[in-house]
């Protein structure tokens, strides 16, 4: 069986294999042969991810550290190197074949594997195909196409892969033109951090460095699937391990990599038979929604040890000169805490209370904790207030701004943070728009532009009338898919900025375009030669990169040449911006971010390309806090999350989860098993409790279709899903992101970020 493809005969079985280890070597060796690469050309380009003189890694964000291995790179981003270099051509001759509804039956994967995408095209919807056209033809359409429209009907979307270079670009082209609507992958991902954090410690990002893991003497991970979505961060938690630090993880699904993990790295560790290091102390399968509950039960027990230090006249436990000085907000919370009784606490979180004040006595004999978290915590209607009760455990104890502690949300997209330090953001607050006008000499929009769940909601409505898109896959990633798929087809014009034909493509609007681009890891040369670009990884430290490869085609434009373009042609004589200018040399856009942000990017060409980058001067680091009271605040959450559990009108409602497999980035499926989870073959399966199985009379691989729950008229479903009993708490299901999709309504999001609420969607089981 050619193990990346979908079979009749799927197969789920407990995985007991450590994560990392030879079942890593021999996934990565498969996708590269499968790519039409050579062995040594892999190892070639793998030498040179994430080191000072190569490109950083395409897949996660992770921190590079300074001194890099030999080989500093893990199973998904060699997968996601050998993606983008692929020999395979979506070419012409592809186009030429295959007419677009004909594709739309086509899955994720089947798209994607087609190659990169080589030829700029403009869909003819009298032959429902894709043709090529001259680059200058499509700029001078597009160009035209938004020039006629009201800037505010128009939306710039970008996906967090693109450089700090291209998204400058990005959003000043945007500005420039009228429109304020620069949503990015970042709404549907960590804005509950982006909004939840300012408020918290008035920082937006988070405030560890990867140094800090080498102090750390305790870890949290809440609501993140390290093994898949960041490997290389099991190396710190691997060598925290090693020094005995108590790792505690919550999470509903028992996540391999934070289970048993054999670093590749360590020839001593692949060669002995055991199955590698445990890598969480303590491993608790919350319910999902579960963690506020929980993360109160564990604060509820540090302030009976802080009682007990009292009454026996030993040291405070909570940290009260810290609490004193920085914090706010303080009285509040301890009320909330100790008003929540324990049955309610573990009815709520799924937990017990000796778990819980087991994590309370850990946590308060550690003196530098660092909490790490993910979409767990972020995509949930409570997950700005997830983070934020996060912020308060750690407050507590005085577990921000000092060495070996802090607060660290693992970001997605490999520049998703850095999208947003320099300008990409629709909201007008974040963004130096005084600056911006006076360099640029034009007047930009002041009023809030369209976030991800706004644009979905103004492309169903018809208000959005164009959408043009840097990267990502926005139809597919978003919420309520049916109605926004239908939608789309109404928009007036649709251009995808692409390195892969996917599924938003499918979607015609009445003018579209497909405009093919360099990937990160390919030569880019412009007039003074070959490019670097630059990335903000999750710690907030400022990277170089530099392609590699030979583009994959001649045609291929780069990301700042093609924004320079369209610019160019929408909007000419509207700024004093000399876009071939900054184009025939980046590092002009660089001076230019410095300019703008010269706290964060002082002499950013002399330093991006330091070993080991430079990091941004985060004021919460040094605990002077950038909130409204210039405190650390704490923030009491307005009650727990009472999932929709079970039984509801008679009905069945179970809770569900979306999460990415093993084999897959977001929407770019690279093959249909999760090694990590013992699943083989299929994509389209429910994970179910073995108890809620028995009780709707479900067996292993039974066929069932999946409806949400909700009262407002629309039939939201997904049909033939195979139910598997798996080691989730009761209640809950989980099954993959982006088929689930369609189930996901769109008012379903956390409120004040609104990310979509992409876990804990309320469904029930509808039988074949
Ligand atoms: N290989 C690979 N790497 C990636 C990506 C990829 O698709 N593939 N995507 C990138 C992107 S854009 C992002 S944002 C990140 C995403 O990385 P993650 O943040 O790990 O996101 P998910 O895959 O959604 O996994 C969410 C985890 O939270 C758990 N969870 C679900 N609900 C709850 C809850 O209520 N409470 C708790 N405590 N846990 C819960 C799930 O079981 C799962 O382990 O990864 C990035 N890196
Ligand atoms: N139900 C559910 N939905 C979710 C999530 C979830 O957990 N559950 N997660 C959400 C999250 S965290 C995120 S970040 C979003 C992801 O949303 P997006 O970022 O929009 O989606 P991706 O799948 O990363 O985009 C893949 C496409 O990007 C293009 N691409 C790849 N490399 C490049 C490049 O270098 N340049 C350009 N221009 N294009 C490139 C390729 O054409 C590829 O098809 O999805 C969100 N949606
Ligand atoms: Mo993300």
Not at 637 to 660: A, Q
Not at 695 to 702: A, F, G, K, V
């Amino acid at each position: 069986m050619d193990r990346s493809e979908i079979t009749d005969n799927p197969v789920i079985k407990a995985y007991d294999q450590p994560s990392g280890g030879w079942g890593s070597l021999k996934s990565v060796m498969e996708k590269t042969l499968a790519e039409g690469l050579s062995v040594e050309t892999m190892y070639e380009m793998l030498r040179k991810q994430n080191k000072a003189d190569g490109y950083a890694c395409v897949s996660c964000s992770w921190a590079k550290p300074a001194e890099p291995h030999l080989a500093e790179f893990c199973e998904n981003g060699a997968k996601a190197t050998v993606w983008e270099v692929t020999r395979k051509r979506c070419d012409r001759a592809f186009f030429a074949k295959h007419r677009v509804s004909e594709l739309r039956h086509w899955t994720d994967h089947d798209l994607e594997k087609q190659g990169r995408l080589t030829t700029p095209m403009r869909y003819d919807a009298s032959l429902d195909q894709y043709i090529p056209v001259k680059w200058e033809d499509a700029f001078r359409e597009i160009g035209a196409e938004l020039q006629a429209l009201n800037p505010d009907s128009a939306v710039f979307y970008v996906s967090g892969r693109a450089s700090l270079e291209a998204s400058y670009m990005w959003q000043l082209f945007s500005r420039i033109y009228g429109s304020p609507n620069l949503p990015d992958s970042s709404n549907m991902c960590h804005e509950s951090t982006s909004v939840g954090l300012p408020k918290s410690i008035g920082s937006p990002v988070g405030t560890v460095q990867i140094e800090d893991f080498d102090l750390a003497d305790m870890l949290f991970f809440f609501g993140h699937n390290t093994g898949t979505n960041a490997p290389r961060l099991l190396h710190q938690v691997h060598d925290a391990r090693q020094r005995g630090v108590p790792v505690v993880t919550f999470n509903p699904l028992q996540e391999r990599g934070l289970m048993r993990f054999k670093d590749p790295q360590s020839p001593a560790e692949m060669l002995s038979p055991g199955d590698g290091v445990k890598m969480s102390s303590d491993y608790f399968q919350l319910r999902p929604g579960g963690d506020i509950a929980a993360m109160t039960g564990i604060a509820k027990a540090v302030l009976a040890l802080d009682d007990a230090a009292i009454a026996d006249g030993r040291p405070r436990i909570l940290d009260t000169a810290f609490i004193a000085e920085h914090g706010h907000g303080f009285e509040d919370f301890e009320a909330f805490v100790r008003g929540q009784s324990w049955e309610e606490i573990e009815r709520c979180s799924g937990l017990d209370r000796d778990s819980l004040e087991h994590v309370g006595r850990l946590y308060s004999r550690a003196e530098r904790v660092i909490a790490n978290y993910g979409m767990g915590l972020t995509q949930h209607r409570h997950g700005t207030e997830n983070v934020q009760m996060l912020c308060n455990l750690l407050l507590m104890r005085g577990n921000i701004g000092k060495p070996g502690a802090g607060i660290s949300p693992i970001r997605g997209h490999s520049n998703v943070q850095g999208q947003r330090t320099v300008g990409i953001s629709e909201k007008p607050e974040l963004v130096p728009l005084d600056k911006l006008a006076e360099f640029y000499a034009f007047e930009p929009p002041r009023h809030k532009g369209l976030d991800t769940v706004e644009a979905c909601k103004g492309i169903i409505d018809g208000s959005v009338k164009a959408f043009v898109s840097l990267g990502g896959n926005f139809s597919r990633a978003a919420p309520e898919t049916a109605l926004l798929e239908e939608a789309w087809r109404k928009l007036r014009l649709s251009v995808q900025i692409s390195t892969k034909l996917n599924r938003n493509h499918l979607l015609p609007g009445e003018v579209t375009y497909i405009l093919p681009c360099l990937g990160r890891i390919e030569d880019d040369r412009q007039a003074s030669g070959l490019q670097h670009v630059s990335m903000e990884d999750s710690t907030a430290c400022i990277h170089g990169s530099i392609g590699w490869s030979p583009p994959a085609s001649p045609e291929l434009l780069s990301e700042p040449k093609i924004i320079a373009e369209l610019a160019k042609a929408t909007i000419p004589g509207r700024s004093n911006i000399d876009w071939d200018f900054w184009v025939a040399d980046y590092s002009r856009v660089r001076d230019e971010i410095a300019r703008t942000y010269p706290k964060d990017f002082s002499n950013f060409n002399a330093r991006f390309l330091q070993p080991g980058g430079f990091h941004r001067d985060l004021a919460a680091c040094k605990r002077e806090w950038n909130t409204e009271n210039k405190k650390a605040n704490f923030l009491t959450p307005s009650g727990f999350d009472v999932n929709p559990n079970i039984e509801v009108d008679g009905k069945n409602i179970l809770s569900l989860m979306t999460i990415r497999s093993n084999d897959q980035f977001n929407t770019t499926v690279y093959g249909y098993d999760d090694r990590l989870r013992g699943i083989q073959g299929t994509r389209m399966v429910i994970l179910m409790n073995a108890e809620d199985m028995k009780r709707l009379n479900l067996r292993d691989d039974d066929r069932v279709d999946l409806a949400t729950h909700a009262d407002d008229g629309v039939d939201r479903r997904v049909c033939d899903l195979r139910v598997h009993a798996f080691s989730i708490p009761k209640g809950a299901i989980a099954g993959y992101f982006p088929e689930l999709n369609p189930l996901v309504p769109l008012w379903h999001h956390a409120e004040g970020s609104h990310t979509p609420a992409s876990k804990a969607i309320p469904v029930e089981i509808v039988r074949r």
